[in-house]
């Protein structure tokens, strides 16, 4: 840990007291709270400091989480198809080496994105064998009913991937709006499994990933860090 005065004079090559005064100004963020005291302290590991927007240190990982706006996607290279990416639209003081979004959800689809940079924490989640409950809401263009919300609770197959029990239930009495949960993240898998009964996905949000909820305030395409506590809520059910 190392004092916060003592960083910025060194990065900026300034003077200790004109460290100080730019904390005094109020310029100087970490993790995105404003610095109050020079003789705050920062986690080399951990903590994420700015001056005026520009990034100054950077923990060793950072996870990100995402509002994924439709039309982007999630991928690290939209170059061949000339599509905006995940990556592209992260905030210019976010952006740095190697960053990823663990786990795809479709072009059309929105909602929670992690984005990490850590390749071990992403293994680990998206692991088959992991299980991390994903949480969406569906609109869909007729009802199901409980016959449906059944077959999911017990495991569909659709083609020839197997689907582990999910959960199926209508938002506020609307079998139209659909929670969903499911513990994989195969190919279109949501749209699929409805697909089975003649169901037609016609929107979708990813709102929650293991019991970590998609951050309200984060309007579409907007994101923010995600501190360890968050990060912990992942990968646990
Ligand atoms: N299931 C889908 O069909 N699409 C997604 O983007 C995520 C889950």
Redo the contacts with the bound molecule.
């Keep these: 840990m190392e004092r916060i005065d003592k960083i910025i004079s060194k990065e900026l090559n300034i003077g200790r007291n004109d460290a100080k005064s730019l904390i005094k100004s109020g310029k100087v963020f970490l993790n995105g709270s404003s610095v109050k005291s020079p003789s705050e302290k920062l986690d080399e590991e951990k903590d994420v400091l700015t001056v005026g927007g520009r990034v100054i240190h950077l923990r060793r990982f950072v996870y990100i989480m995402m509002n994924k706006p439709e039309g982007v996607i999630s991928s690290t290279d939209g170059r061949k198809t000339s599509e905006k990416t995940v990556i592209d639209i992260l905030p210019e003081d976010m952006k740095r080496k190697n960053l990823f979004p663990a786990g ?3 072009k059309n ?1 929105t909602g929670f994105v992690l984005i990490t940079d850590d390749g071990e924490f992403a293994h680990r989640i998206l692991s088959p064998r992991s299980h991390v409950p ?1 949480t ?1 809401i569906a609109k869909l263009d007729k009802p199901f009913d409980d016959e449906i919300s059944d077959a999911f609770s017990n495991g569909i197959t659709i083609g020839d991937d197997e689907c582990l029990p999910a959960v199926l239930e209508p938002v506020d009495g609307d079998y139209t709006l659909a929670r969903v949960i ?1 513990k994989q ?1 195969m190919y ?5 499994m409805f697909k089975k009964y003649s169901i037609e ?1 016609i929107g ?1 949000k ?1 709102i929650k990933m293991g019991r970590l909820n998609l951050d309200e305030s984060l309007a579409a395409g907007e994101c923010r860090y995600i501190d360890e506590k968050e990060l912990e809520m992942i990968n646990s059910d």
Excluded: A, E
């Design positions: 795809r959800l479709d689809t994903k969406y499911i993240g279109h898998q949501i749209k699929r996905v979708l990813r």
